[in-house]
């Protein structure tokens, strides 16, 4: 059984303050549940949110790396870094990075990579943008996307994998897709890890929705049998919508 995830991205949003403030409003809410959760704040805030966690049943991630360990590459953070400061989990190739900073899928590789050779766990976003979907080319986008980025992996290694399935046009817009459509394209991302990493191995992977998610769509989309949790943006920046989701999540 897959131990459902819900990951709070919480963008460029939250001072070290304001960040203090959320974690002191989240934390009482959520003492008694029994879903694994993690809180990516912006690098600034890491360290604050780290010692707010402690004892807490919250995981520490980050929302982005860099692929090389250590070097003359002004504004990057390194995998070691996110390690020392007690990050346990990172974002690689959110749409967001891939539309505004020029991420690629060989780009998501190098970082993948990075992420797993000092023990911590890549969230791997794919998805397809709304022309992309009306084209009717979401499979194809979301294969590439996958294959390239997964690229070269062993079954050790991509069954320490969370993989995001984030529609593009259902990011900060309100819209979300349907649990069914989430449930067609994220059982099809499971085919595909299939035919990777072998059946076995696929199963063991979880596999989040993310997309506009809010205390009242969370249960529909955790019901379906191949969402094992959600990547949550706007709603993980409020105290007492995320412990909604956290909680409504815990049915799985």
Request: glycine share 8%.
């Amino acid at each position: 059984m897959r131990r459902p995830l819900i990951a709070g991205n919480w963008k460029m949003y939250k001072t070290a303050a304001q960040a203090k403030e959320l974690m002191a409003q989240l934390v009482p809410l959520i003492a008694d549940v029994n879903v694994e959760a993690v809180v990516c704040p912006p690098f600034t805030a890491l360290e604050t949110v780290k010692k707010l966690i402690a004892g807490t049943k919250l995981a520490l991630g980050a929302q982005d790396v860099y692929w090389e360990d250590e070097g003359a590459f002004t504004g990057e953070v390194s995998a070691p870094m996110l390690a020392s400061i007690g990050c346990t989990y990172c974002i690689v190739g959110h749409s967001e990075r891939r539309q505004y900073f020029a991420e690629t899928n060989e780009t998501v590789n190098k970082k993948i990579n990075a992420l797993l050779q000092h023990n911590l766990t890549p969230i791997v976003c794919v998805g397809e943008s709304l022309a992309q979907r009306e084209q009717g080319i979401t499979r194809d986008v979301c294969r590439q996307q996958l294959e390239q980025g997964l690229a070269g992996l062993n079954k050790e290694a991509a069954a320490k994998l969370v993989i995001a399935y984030e529609p593009v046009w259902a990011i900060g817009t309100g819209q979300t897709a349907t649990a069914d459509q989430a449930q067609e394209v994220i059982g099809y991302l499971r085919t595909i890890l299939a035919e990777q990493f072998g059946q076995d191995t696929a199963e063991l992977i979880r596999i989040q929705y993310g997309g506009s998610v809010k205390p009242g769509n969370v249960a529909e989309l955790m019901e379906k049998p191949d969402i094992d949790g959600a990547l949550v943006g706007g709603a993980s920046l409020k105290a007492e919508d995320f412990a909604a989701i956290i909680q409504k999540s815990c049915h799985k």
